[in-house]
């Protein structure tokens, strides 16, 4: 089936609509909760171990907790595959939720009852924990997403999701931040755990999700083993898969280059605080807002590949941006331009490819694969990227550096195009993406 006859071509109403459809909303309470573990291990925490006079060599050590979210690939099989005891007839999908919903919630609470400057080996173990159980939560949460939403409703889903993420992340971090300046961290953690609870709810009020497609139940060691192995077989047997892992591999990797730099771009254009906070921060925030709705409207009117083959294009041609202001110098409407360029481009693709990498998912195995080709997206970048920028700009400049990522830009366009014109990205699809003949009628209603 093509990937872009499942999408409906309606009026720009029709496009808006799926925002305030139910699961596009449970898909913003979902990325809601998705977006705080991340928040109380990454700055807040930072904030906390400054505060408390932790040495900063130390601090930027927590960073490796992070980690844990590329290794959740690991373990999604089991949220695919494990049934738990008693709470199993609530369903695979909510069971699962309200446990690793719970577990997030005793993890936050258990680093907000540490000190981090009497038992700094017990603060580190926290964090994993945290690590752990958000990435955990992760899995259930994007299963779920991928599963309740139909194929027509994973762009505005998508964005909807990234709404979520980003408020909530912000939201208990600004809460922890105030909470603590009045009552201690203590107070300031354990109050964020209540940001488990959206998906939590969401998860009891639409209950199982109707598309989930659910494999044969697991009893024996056989039977385990094929629960493990089963989602990476489906994946790779597909006509053009291992084409698609090299796209979900590559396509980032000009734009990841270029957001590692921005801040010591800044820095050397000498920019105040001030101004970066106005401008990267502010405005770039709306900016993304921006781009997260315009590409949840794209992605209905246009169809997954149109859509997505724009976003690539734009991640790419936002980098020259920042290669005519590392050109221009210190200027406010070249930095404003720039960072509202470059966020646009990011809110828009972070939404269509999020959709593109939703409709990938074989709905029986939805929570082991999206783990896959979530922590092959980010790989590349985190391994490759972060030890190769500051050398490259030391040797070539910042102007011929974000040109060199545009052109890095290149492979993952050029590798879309082509799996659009020979049809692999319609024969790779995965079910998740494909229209349900029996229920036609509801994806095109």
């Avoid at 690991?74 to 494990?82: R, Y």
């Avoid at 964090?127 to 409703?153: C, H, M, N, W």
């Avoid at 990234?162 to 953690?189: H, K, M, N, P, T």
Wanted: net charge neutral.
């Amino acid at each position: 089936m093509d990937a872009d006859s499942s999408v409906e071509r309606r009026g720009v109403w029709g496009s808006v609509k799926p925002y305030f459809e139910r699961e596009s909303l449970a898909a913003f309470m979902l990325g809601l909760s998705s977006g705080f573990p991340y928040a109380m291990i990454g700055a807040t925490l930072t904030t906390r171990l400054a505060q408390d006079g932790i040495d900063k060599k130390v601090v930027t050590a927590f960073t490796l907790a992070f980690l844990v979210y590329n290794l959740k690939v690991f373990w999604a099989w089991i949220i695919d595959g494990v049934r738990l005891p008693v709470l199993h007839r609530m369903g695979q999908r909510v069971s699962w939720m309200l446990v690793c919903g719970l577990a997030v919630m005793a993890a936050v609470v258990n680093l907000a009852l540490v000190d981090p400057a009497a038992n700094l080996q017990a603060t580190v173990i926290a964090a994993v924990l945290v690590g752990v159980a958000g990435a955990s939560f992760d899995i259930v949460i994007d299963a779920y997403r991928i599963e309740t939403l139909k194929p027509y409703q994973l762009g505005t889903g998508s964005g909807m999701s990234q709404y979520g993420w980003r408020i909530g992340s912000a939201g208990a971090g600004a809460l922890a931040l105030v909470l603590s300046a009045r009552y201690g961290w203590s107070v300031g953690y354990m109050a964020c755990a209540m940001f488990a609870l959206p998906a939590m709810l969401s998860a009891l009020v639409l209950g199982e999700p109707e598309r989930r497609k659910v494999v044969v139940e697991k009893k024996g060691v056989a039977e385990v083993w094929a629960s493990v192995v089963g989602p990476f077989g489906e994946f790779f047997r597909r006509n053009g898969a291992f084409l698609v892992l090299l796209f979900i591999l590559v396509h980032k990797i000009g734009d990841t280059l270029a957001n590692l730099t921005f801040r010591l771009l800044f820095d050397d254009l000498k920019f105040s605080n001030d101004e970066i906070a106005i401008y990267d921060i502010g405005l770039g925030f709306w900016a993304y807002m921006i781009g997260v709705f315009i590409g949840g409207v794209a992605y209905a009117r246009l169809g997954l590949k149109r859509s997505v083959m724009i976003s690539l294009v734009l991640m790419g041609v936002s980098n020259l941006s920042f290669a005519a202001l590392a050109a221009a110098g210190h200027s406010n409407w070249g930095m404003a331009g720039a960072i509202g360029f470059e966020n646009i481009a990011s809110g828009y693709g972070g939404v269509v490819v999020i959709a593109y990498f939703s409709a990938l998912c074989d709905l029986r195995y939805t929570a082991s694969q999206y783990a896959l080709i979530s922590a092959a997206a980010s790989v590349v970048g985190r391994l490759l990227t972060g030890t190769t920028a500051g050398a490259l700009i030391e040797a070539m400049g910042y102007v011929n550096f974000y040109l060199l990522t545009t052109l890095a830009s290149l492979p993952g366009i050029v590798l879309f195009w082509w799996m659009s014109r020979t049809g692999l990205v319609d024969q790779a699809m995965g079910s998740a993406g494909e229209v349900d003949p029996d229920r036609e009628e509801d994806v095109f209603a």
